[in-house]
């Protein structure tokens, strides 16, 4: 069988663990996970990591394996994982690779553009416009120079949106002009096979999830985590709401409101950038078998 790596791609909430599990088991392969919020080992509850049990059953890679103190990047994570993978290989033809960070699968799918240095006099100004107007100014001085990457950017996160305008100045092309490069020629194949579900039914097991995070001590964890909130690693979904609601500015019950609305919408955004990568074969959660058995005939191809 020809080295293959099976990737799983799919909203959040959608059941990708599971299925992940499933498929290691099959094939007696190792996970890589690509959430990159998942590779804080301080963040385990509001990211909804593996648990011990979970990690019991199949070997998982990058989950746990830093601090939030630690810097780490997207294209730390590919050369992590190119590093990695023909040691798996070794083992086994077939490794799984699944989690919900868009740019971080599409790293080892695709591989990282080359994208040029900016210029450190544009990046202090634009960090002065942050501190002074706040990340609504940044949006709209990002829709102005740069509507392709607006509309697929995640506007919640300063440090993407201050990235891309700063190389978009510093170089005199939109950032998105940059995220088209050919894809990089891997020594392994790719097979990628997406899970989904109805929206209404995501949905609600996107609302269980959040109750179940609320359970397992969310809050707890997030205000372990208080003196960390300036760093990009908390700027996520569930940790945002907590802190607003520490500070007096919500209440408890509106920031858990707002982890439900903020984590159905992250998970719209993922949907649609998925959506535009054609080698996508999506399969529904009640149509599994089908997608073990689509799997398996893309396996036995040469």
């Known amino acids: 069988m020809k080295h293959t790596l099976i990737v799983l791609p799919g909203p959040t909430g959608v059941g990708k663990t599971e299925l992940a599990i499933e498929l290691a088991h099959r094939y007696g392969c190792d996970i890589i996970s690509c959430d990159s919020r998942q590779f804080y080992r301080e963040m385990k509850i509001g990211t909804a990591a593996p648990s011990v049990e979970q990690m019991a059953q199949a070997k998982h890679h990058f989950i746990g394996f830093i601090s939030v103190t630690d810097y780490y990047s997207v294209s730390l994570f590919e050369r992590d994982v ?22 971080y699968m599409d790293a080892v ?32 001085a990002l829709k102005m120079v740069d509507p392709d990457y607006y509309a697929r950017v995640d506007l919640h996160n300063p440090r993407r949106i201050l990235r ?7 170089t005199g092309r939109p950032y998105s002009s940059f995220l088209t490069a050919p894809v990089r020629e891997r020594n ?4 990628k096979a997406g899970l ?13 999830r959040v109750d179940r995070m609320i359970g397992e001590g969310l809050e707890e964890e997030a205000r372990s985590l208080m003196k960390y909130r300036g760093l990009n690693a908390l700027n996520t979904v569930g940790y945002r709401e907590m ?9 408890r019950e509106e920031a858990i409101m707002l982890i439900r609305r903020n ?18 074969s999506w399969f529904d959660a009640s149509e599994k078998e089908n997608m073990f058995s689509w799997i398996e005939g893309r396996l036995k191809e040469q």
């Not at 891309?164 to 510093?170: Q, R």
């Open 109 to 140: 799918c695709r591989g990282m553009d080359d994208i040029p240095d900016t210029d450190p006099a544009v990046r202090q100004r634009y960090a002065e416009m942050y501190s002074r107007d706040g990340i609504a100014a940044l949006r709209i």
């Open 188 to 191: 392994f194949r790719i097979i």
């Open 196 to 208: 989904t579900r109805e929206r209404g039914e995501l949905y609600r097991r996107i609302d269980a």
């Open 164 to 170: 891309a305008l700063e190389i978009t100045e510093s």
């Open 263 to 280: 984590t159905r919408r992250y998970a719209r955004k993922q949907i649609t950038w998925w959506n535009r990568d054609s080698d996508i």
């Open 82 to 103: 190119m590093r990695l993978l023909p040691s798996l290989f070794a083992e086994n033809p077939v490794t799984v690779m699944t989690g919900g960070s868009m740019l």
């Open 243 to 251: 802190f607003r609601w520490f500070d007096g500015e919500i209440t």
